[in-house]
């Protein structure tokens, strides 16, 4: 399983652009609403710091790639286009858009920092970001507030034969959201409301929705066009603001990722991605150089282009996940001498018997216990694996 990442947010704010950058892939872009007609699915990259070295080896990757200790490990990136007011009502690609949104594990609302971008996408001057944030939660709590009254609805209408109980019509009516009926019953208990919709107020679905759109749609906002001084001050202050301190705001210029991928391809830099630093290698003019060390100075600034940051921020710290390497407690390589041929990505509490189900139900079904690689102690099936573990599954075939 790969996890998708999703990129939202209401047009012309950098979503293709940074689909692009992170993906190398060549989608449409310009300052146009709706350039982008069909949800963009990418591969893109998470880094993990390699495990190989710690055991005097080097890896050699089945998927992604291994540059400078770090083990790019490839993640779905999806370039969710079509976010208007409204949307949750259809307008724009408003129904497009929402099954996009659904299949995003976690999401990175993409916001124009700089601030000369209107809500619907045109340009202006000044638009405060704090509007776009709080349009897009509102979108998505809105959508939320929908799908839980038709849940209402069929609780209500009583022909569905599960005993009464609300949270079973919610979380069949919310399915496709990823969430099931313990939760939802979670959430209403922990909202102090009752097992009872007839009991809830507009203002009570409103909260219910809102809780289980921010546990099921996690989000990072990637505070684009950062190489703008507007942006910078934008930036500045929502920072500081207390009323944003439940948001994770990773600073980005999806532009200088871009230009930098772009000149590391055509041999003009050496540029890892993720990295606050680079070389040129190739002969450039005085412009091209000029427009360089410009990049050059951001990087320094921010320690990076904040791409690879905004998406590694999205999946590990706010969907919480683990990457784990396969080993071996002798030698780590396999029969044929690869080392560390994957590295999965995992949810933050995958236990040994989890990874087991996750690469297949044989070898789940026949796990006997594992081997932690750098201790060479055996560990149980029940046993919670930590970020960069590499194991051993030992099986009974
Ligand atoms: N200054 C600046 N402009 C950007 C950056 N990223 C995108 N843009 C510009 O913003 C406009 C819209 O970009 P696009 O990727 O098409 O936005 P989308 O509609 O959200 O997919 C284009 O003119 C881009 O060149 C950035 O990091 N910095
Ligand atoms: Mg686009």
Not at 106 to 127: A, I, N, Q
């Amino acid at each position: 399983m790969t996890y998708k990442i999703g990129l939202v947010g209401k047009p012309s704010v950098g979503k293709s652009t940074l689909f692009n950058a992170a993906t190398m892939n060549d989608v449409p872009e310009g300052a146009y609403p709706f350039t982008t007609i069909d949800p963009s699915v990418g591969e893109a990259y998470v880094r993990v710091e390699c495990a190989a070295p710690d055991f005097d080896e080097t890896c050699t990757p089945d998927t992604g790639f291994c540059e400078g200790g770090e083990r790019f490990v490839p993640t779905k990136l999806v370039d969710v286009a079509g976010l208007v007011p409204g949307a949750h009502e259809g307008k724009g690609l408003g129904n497009q858009f929402l099954s996009d949104l659904n299949e995003a594990d976690v999401l990175v609302h993409v916001v124009d920092f700089s601030g000369e971008t209107d809500l619907e996408g045109e340009p202006t001057e000044g638009h405060d970001p704090r509007e776009d944030i709080g349009f897009l939660e509102e979108e998505l709590d809105q959508w939320y507030v929908d799908v839980l009254e038709k849940g209402i609805e069929r609780y209500r209408s009583g022909y569905h034969g599960n005993e009464g109980d609300i949270e079973v019509d919610l979380a069949e009516q919310m399915n496709a959201f990823g969430t099931n009926k313990d939760e939802i019953k979670q959430v209403i208990l922990a909202l102090d409301l009752e097992l009872d919709p007839d009991a809830w107020d507009g203002d009570d679905r409103e909260a219910l929705a809102r809780e289980l759109r921010k546990r099921t749609k996690p989000m990072v906002v990637a505070a684009n066009k950062m190489d703008t001084p507007e942006a910078q001050a934008n930036f500045e202050d929502i920072a500081n603001d207390p009323e944003y301190e439940h948001l994770t705001v990773v600073p980005v210029s999806a532009h200088a990722e871009k230009a930098l991928k772009s000149a590391n391809e055509a041999g003009v830099v050496d540029y890892t991605p993720g990295e606050g630093a680079f070389d040129i290698v190739g002969d450039v003019s005085d412009e091209q150089e000029a427009g360089l060390e410009q990049i050059r100075e951001f990087v320094t600034e921010f320690d990076g282009t904040g791409v690879q940051d905004a998406i590694e921020t999205a999946l590990f710290d706010e969907l919480g996940t683990k990457a784990v390497f396969p080993g071996g407690a002798d030698a780590m390589g396999d029969d044929q001498g690869r080392v560390m041929r994957d590295c999965w990505i995992l949810p933050e509490d995958a236990t040994t018997e989890d990874l087991a189900y996750h690469l297949h139900s044989d070898i789940g079904d026949g796990l006997l216990h594992a081997m932690d690689c750098r201790s060479g102690r055996q560990i149980s099936t029940r046993h919670e694996l930590e970020h960069r573990d590499v194991v051993e599954l030992v099986t009974t075939s």
